[in-house]
């Protein structure tokens, strides 16, 4: 197969597919780029003959993706072709009008990194992550069966949606909360140092993912305006009635509140499960090597499943906190253990 | 001293009182609420003589503070008074044009629990975190050393600011964040659950404090509407020149990323030093008891020191991932001495 594109995803999916046994050609318009791909293990830079090329994955950013999945359909003929772009349909749209598409399947393996480049690059990138194939009306079954083998050579889980579905889904998601998260880290831009002295875990949370590339996400929401306008549309009709309620001599925001709790809740729970209402405790670390270590020791010998597990950094104090999620029958039973092992055990939370 | 209302807070401030000596008489509207404030060391229910009374803590809901620190002030004639609501200067203002206020002194210990009562409470909850103290014009200097002699016996960390100052700081970067946090997950609840299936860990961030209480977060952002509306109106703004940004034929919002980008490095970083770039790697731990034990024993033997910890789970897969921050220095000796111990170190990070 030809990879173009040696980026982060792009240079994972040579490295998967060369461990996997196939014999991939490594190409990218930033020679040097191609070389540390390939020298990661992610295939050669020797040219093939472009009418014997199976497969030919385009990994170039968002912007460039229907140029070059148009000039592969050209020049490797007899080739699937497939992208791993964030978002289908435009690109499609774009194609379709000029082409015969027979042997294009859109598809967007859903990992990433916050780091970017074919160093950050990982042959287990996609394992068991969702892969999302996106045929369209003339792509031919065969090629689609490609696309999904090339999934699942990467050990990726298949999901298949029509290319407009698909970008309805991760606009609602993923770029719309990107964006809500952009917008409130751009309020905290204006901010003085003494208000923000205050800040806690709450509003890290909220704005953790607009810390995400600027250059990337740009191209990512610009390809996707169509769905995200009428939700932003929605979002600013949503926020209009909370400042309406806030405004009035006696605020009723209960009912937005209320919503907010079960937009929550239907979030699908960890491992696809709906979501388990887990008890946590908090147990105070020192900041020092092997508090962990030895934190999680105890926590074994106590015998109890943890469920999942965040520290909690207290800006204004030297050590941190670590919540610990259980089932709720194990809460005491977990508590009691690291009391008797000499652990400062709280129900501290964030401040509100 | 006399505690009025046996909830988390009012319970946990208690118990750090009676660990530390003093005597306090509890009181809640509610007895079985003071009955398991006394039974979990908080004080006792033997009535004290008025007049003798140093100090009183209103610990009550938000919307009846004012009334009960009216009142308190009234009965307790020597008394400082205090209370420990999220939003202080709405209450002084509705006070202070009927009666003098030399013995009352506002407070806002910033701890708190996604748990209520005095079940929840903690004699520890407010160690080394952040106590407002809001003095007002007519406040007392007696009174104000009162006020920070009990923040000090619960161990918290003194910050002295004008009520409205406090209130426009827990406006901005605490109630404001919840606000928008609130109005995507009101958004989530609209969707449909194949939109909802690719769902990762953005959203999730995004939207994780809008699953708090909606009747107590109903009275504080009522209670600090004056600070809220014109924050929101702004952010309006901000949400509608996105919008139009988005919808122009070249859609152009580099600008308002970047400048996200700029407000989440504002935010103060882990111990109250300015922001690290922390490296990260990633490891899979099975979902079984005695991984996370044997996971950080390794990395203890690394000798290398965490910073950071975040388990990231994938509703489409039986594994975590757990992602462990690190000096940027560290994180090649810590990814070879990981995968030297067998563990399936990667790069993969959360959905885009």
């Not at 969702?130 to 699942?152: C, K, Y």
């Not at 993923?174 to 952009?182: A, N």
């Not at 709906?274 to 010998?301: H, K, N, Q």
């Amino acid at each position: 197969m030809v990879l173009i594109g040696a980026g982060l995803i792009g240079t994972s999916i040579g490295q998967a597919l060369t461990a996997a046994g196939v014999q991939v050609e490594v190409r990218d318009a930033n020679p040097s780029h191609a070389r540390v791909a390939v020298g990661r293990g992610a295939g050669t830079q020797t040219p093939v003959d472009p009418a014997e090329v199976a497969l030919v994955v385009v990994a170039v950013p968002p912007r460039a993706i229907a140029a070059v999945v148009d000039e592969a359909l050209d020049v490797y003929r007899n080739a699937v072709v497939t992208d791993v772009g964030s978002v289908k349909e435009p690109q499609l749209r774009e194609l379709i009008d000029h082409r015969s598409l027979s042997r294009y399947v859109g598809s967007h393996p859903m990992a990433g990194s916050h780091l970017a480049g074919p160093l950050a690059a990982s042959a287990d990138l996609f394992s068991e992550r969702t892969w999302v194939i996106t045929p369209h009306e003339d792509s031919a079954p065969e090629a689609i069966a490609t696309v999904e083998a090339l999934a699942r050579l990467c050990d990726a889980r298949l999901i298949t949606m029509a290319p407009a579905d698909h970008d309805r889904a991760v606009g609602r998601v993923s770029h719309l909360p990107h964006l809500v998260s952009v917008l409130m880290a751009g309020q905290l831009a204006q901010m003085s140092p003494d208000d923000l002295a205050l800040a806690g875990q709450g509003v890290r949370d909220v704005t953790r993912i607009a810390g995400g590339d600027p250059g990337l996400w740009e191209q990512i929401v610009s390809a996707n305006a169509r769905v995200l306008v009428p939700e932003l549309q929605a979002l600013a009709d949503r926020l209009s009635e909370l400042t309406q309620r806030l405004e009035r001599t006696e605020p009723d925001v209960r009912p937005l509140l209320a919503q907010a709790n079960a937009g929550v809740r239907k979030l699908p729970g960890k491992h696809g499960a709906s979501a388990v209402d887990y008890a946590s405790i908090v147990i105070e670390i020192p900041d020092a090597p092997g508090s962990l270590a030895r934190l999680f020791g105890d926590v074994d010998a106590a015998g109890v499943n943890v469920e999942d597990v965040a520290i909690e950094h207290d800006p204004m104090r030297l050590v941190g906190h670590l919540r610990i999620y259980v089932h709720p029958d194990r809460e005491q039973a977990l508590t009691r253990a690291m009391t008797d092992a000499g652990w400062r055990v709280s129900t501290a939370a964030p401040p509100l």
